[in-house]
């Protein structure tokens, strides 16, 4: 808890859950009474469902952190929809120098073209930019 406290978390913003992962004891199923009688709580991913995500506005401003980039006949650029809806034809300007740039094809994660991304999608993004070394 010092370490954590340390960082800037706060005790009731931590939960802590046992886990067998070998096992895959509390992490879908309660863990047996044998093996962890102490602990009443709640396994992993119920706790993860309950998790309350900041609010992500699909008509707010577009955010899409560029994870990675590759050259094959264009530019394309992949990344995760943070906030805001891209479109096919949408004019971007890429952060920070702010170079213009203009969606040609859109993907979703797994490759098939899609005619918009709503935040949380990850998305494949063919763009035509001047200087592709900024990205």
Known sequence: ????????????DLIFVPIAGLQGHNIAES?????????????LMQIL????????????????PIIDKMKDSGLIVHGKVENGT???????????????????????????PVEYAAPGENVQIKINVADEEQI
């Open 1 to 12: 808890m010092p370490f954590l406290e340390n960082t800037g978390y706060s005790e009731k």
């Open 31 to 43: 863990v047996p009474n044998n093996i962890c009688a102490w602990y009443k709580g709640k396994t």
């Open 49 to 64: 469902d309950e998790v309350t995500l900041e609010k992500r506005d699909p008509v707010g401003g577009l955010r899409i």
């Open 86 to 112: 891209i479109r096919l034809g949408d004019k971007l300007a890429i952060m920070p120098a702010g170079n213009p740039a203009q969606v040609l094809q859109l993907s979703d994660g797994k490759g098939r």
